[in-house]
């Protein structure tokens, strides 16, 4: 295989990020001619490079039961590629390129840049070389946890030593063997990352893109809660609140809209990442619209009629926060969902009054005062299903919908079958369906054959 296919159908190409600034703000030219990181601030500069590493994915927030669409003339001008994930198609992008797939690769590609040759560069303190290379683990980390949940099967322990998970790579290297690991090895290099970057990285960083300790703690939260690991789930969410607690309140906003602050100004994001969108309206499926009750400052403020996007008007109602802060939603780990994380650990464990006392904490911040009333259960579960209902208000449209789906549906208490109609066909997903599993690229499998295919 040659390099230019690596880099055209892998996207791990040697990135500098410089194509359109000045390289020699930070990268130097090497004496046999090869543009070469060299100074630490090199390293540093890769990683604040928010184009590459702000973007999360895509095609979960579109293929979870947020998304919904009843009207026929805005699905007959749907993207193609929106509509084969909409409606859980074999292939997503025929022979075309993967944009989440491409996206997370080039971020491990970087990353592995840094992790190997920052300790050798010159200028930094080794504190410093430490700090950075902490930051990538925590980058690279993200993009598996992405990775490992979209394309291929939930965790489930009894099996994720044998279900194929996702390549992993660890180096550099644009000839390394891109043999899928198992699903246990993915999460177990998603922990290790992440706890080996926490002792070099400081509680919050000065800016909410750059990685911190508590955005690290908030993925292995978000990790364990994947894996059904409620215990350590919980343990990690505390520590990610006990340096991070703030929320906004709705209330404050409701008559000024245009004050909410901005993805690295928000108190709540612990680490920015936002779905890069295939489109700017997210039609909001009726069965999410439904779970929102009077007086609730998230449907008021976050969501609008759909006839608001003029642009492409539909029937129905669409979520409305990305046109207010111009990205898309935010799926980094924030302080709502490790509460929702720790509360539904509670639940869990049979603490029903513990797991309610989070969840009104953080619903108080989210409805007018006059509407406002605090939930109640009698069961523990009763307030876990409080609990995930309450995510799913709190979290929509970020695409962490779609690998809660695919987590729940592994408990036949909540497994659930999803159907949509899509130009005049009828789609249902089952639960455990192999659909939940997105299709590996076509093009990547021609020119990797030891990638193998999902099955379908």
């Given at each position: 295989?040659?390099?230019?296919?690596?880099?055209?159908?892998?996207?791990?190409?040697?990135?500098?990020?410089?194509?359109?600034?000045?390289?020699?703000?930070?990268?130097?030219?090497?004496?046999?001619?090869?543009?070469?990181?060299?100074?630490?601030?090199?390293?540093?500069?890769?990683?604040?490079?928010?184009?590459?590493?702000?973007?999360?994915?895509?095609?979960?927030?579109?293929?979870?039961?947020?998304?919904?669409?009843?009207?026929?003339?805005?699905?007959?001008?749907?993207?193609?590629?929106?509509?084969?994930?909409?409606?859980?198609?074999?292939?997503?992008?025929?022979?075309?390129?993967?944009?989440?797939?491409?996206?997370?690769?080039?971020?491990?590609?970087?990353?592995?840049?840094?992790?190997?040759?920052?300790?050798?560069?010159?200028?930094?303190?080794?504190?410093?070389?430490?700090?950075?290379?902490?930051?990538?683990?925590?980058?690279?980390?993200?993009?598996?946890?992405?990775?490992?949940?979209?394309?291929?099967?939930?965790?489930?322990?009894?099996?994720?030593?044998?279900?194929?998970?996702?390549?992993?790579?660890?180096?550099?290297?644009?000839?390394?063997?891109?043999?899928?690991?198992?699903?246990?090895?993915?999460?177990?290099?998603?922990k290790a990352d992440l706890e080996a970057a926490i002792p070099a990285l400081p509680d919050q960083a000065i800016i909410n893109m750059v990685p911190s300790a508590t955005a690290a703690y908030g993925l292995l939260a978000r990790a364990s809660l994947y894996m059904a690991d409620y215990s350590?789930?919980?343990?990690?969410?505390?520590?990610?609140?006990?340096?991070?607690?703030?929320?906004?309140?709705?209330?404050?906003?409701?008559?000024?809209?245009?004050?909410?602050?901005?993805?690295?100004?928000?108190?709540?994001?612990?680490?920015?990442?936002?779905?890069?969108?295939?489109?700017?309206?997210?039609?909001?499926?009726?069965?999410?619209?439904?779970?929102?009750?009077?007086?609730?400052?998230?449907?008021?403020?976050?969501?609008?009629?759909?006839?608001?996007?003029?642009?492409?008007?539909?029937?129905?109602?669409?979520?409305?926060?990305?046109?207010?802060?111009?990205?898309?939603?935010?799926?980094?780990?924030?302080?709502?969902?490790?509460?929702?994380?720790?509360?539904?650990?509670?639940?869990?464990?049979?603490?029903?009054?513990?797991?309610?006392?989070?969840?009104?904490?953080?619903?108080?911040?989210?409805?007018?005062?006059?509407?406002?009333?605090?939930?109640?259960?009698?069961?523990?579960?009763?307030?876990?299903?409080?609990?995930?209902?309450?995510?799913?208000?709190?979290?929509?449209?970020?695409?962490?919908?779609?690998?809660?789906?695919k987590r729940l549906n592994l408990e036949p208490a909540f497994a659930t079958t999803v159907t949509r109609t899509y130009l005049g066909k009828t789609y249902t997903l089952e639960p455990n369906s192999n659909r939940y599993v997105f299709p590996i690229a076509t093009t990547y499998i021609q020119f990797n054959p030891e990638i193998t295919q999902n099955p379908r």
């Open positions: 295989m040659s390099i230019v296919n690596r880099l055209i159908y892998l996207a791990l190409g040697i990135v500098f990020l410089c194509l359109n600034t000045g390289c020699r703000d930070y990268v130097e030219v090497s004496p046999i001619g090869r543009r070469a990181l060299v100074n630490t601030g090199d390293y540093q500069q890769l990683l604040y490079n928010a184009n590459d590493f702000q973007p999360s994915g895509s095609f979960p927030a579109y293929a979870s039961d947020d998304y919904g669409i009843s009207d026929a003339n805005f699905e007959t001008n749907m993207l193609s590629v929106l509509g084969a994930v909409y409606s859980w198609a074999v292939t997503f992008v025929g022979e075309g390129e993967d944009q989440d797939w491409a996206r997370f690769y080039k971020q491990i590609y970087v990353c592995n840049q840094i992790i190997e040759g920052v300790s050798g560069s010159v200028g930094g303190t080794p504190a410093q070389k430490d700090r950075i290379r902490a930051e990538a683990l925590v980058h690279r980390a993200y993009a598996y946890l992405m990775l490992v949940n979209s394309y291929a099967k939930h965790y489930n322990k009894t099996t994720a030593a044998a279900d194929p998970g996702v390549p992993v790579l660890l180096k550099p290297d644009l000839y390394a063997p891109l043999h899928r690991a198992s699903v246990q090895a993915v999460y177990d290099q998603i350590n789930a919980a343990k990690y969410a505390d520590s990610a609140l006990e340096r991070q607690y703030t929320l906004l309140d709705l209330r404050k906003y409701v008559d000024n809209v245009i004050s909410l602050p901005l993805l690295y100004q928000d108190p709540e994001v612990m680490l920015a990442k936002e779905v890069r969108g295939m489109t700017q309206v997210y039609a909001m499926n009726p069965s999410l619209v439904q779970l929102f009750t009077t007086g609730d400052l998230r449907y008021t403020i976050f969501t609008a009629d759909g006839s608001t996007y003029a642009w492409a008007p539909f029937t129905g109602r669409g979520f409305w926060r990305p046109m207010l802060t111009n990205t898309g939603a935010w799926t980094g780990p924030g302080v709502p969902e490790m509460m929702l994380i720790r509360a539904e650990c509670d639940a869990r464990n049979g603490k029903t009054a513990d797991a309610l006392s989070l969840l009104n904490a953080l619903r108080v911040k989210r409805f007018t005062a006059q509407d406002y009333a605090d939930l109640t259960a009698a069961t523990s579960e009763e307030a876990l299903r409080l609990v995930l209902e309450e995510r799913r208000r709190e979290l929509m449209g970020t695409g962490l919908r779609w690998f809660d789906q």
